[in-house]
């Protein structure tokens, strides 16, 4: 089991910037690829950033260059960076985890960008 735990959501507005943080607990040695997804109201989730367990990195195209995911040294934290925003950006951010056996979703965080 892993356990997922998102934060620094929040309000901001057009233009701003948020840092997004997932920490991961649980059989953390089991994880492979981490990533950041998103879910609009009336609209369906969406990857928007991945990072293999060898950091390869792999982006949404409508990021374009706006966001960037990275990892900590103990490969248990996954933070997005988010530069840029949009009010399009406004959606609740799921952190997932993959492993051999399953993926595994934190509780979501709501990013709200003002225009």
């Known amino acids: 089991q892993v356990h997922l735990v998102e934060s620094g959501g929040g309000l901001v507005q057009a233009g701003g910037s948020l840092r997004l943080s997932c920490a991961a607990s649980?059989?953390?040695?089991?994880?492979?690829?981490m990533g950041w997804y998103r879910q609009a109201p009336g609209k369906q989730r969406e990857s928007v950033a991945t990072?293999?367990?060898?950091?390869?990195?792999n982006y949404a195209g409508f990021v374009k260059g706006r966001f960037t995911i990275s990892r900590d040294n103990t490969k248990t934290t996954v933070y997005l960076q988010m530069n840029s925003l949009k009010a399009e950006d406004t959606a609740v951010y799921y952190c997932?985890?993959?492993?051999?056996?399953?993926?595994?979703w934190g509780q979501g965080t709501q990013v709200t960008v003002s225009s």
């Open positions: 990072i293999a367990s060898g950091g390869r990195t």
């Open positions: 997932a985890a993959d492993t051999y056996a399953s993926t595994y």
């Open positions: 649980g059989s953390i040695v089991s994880i492979n690829n």
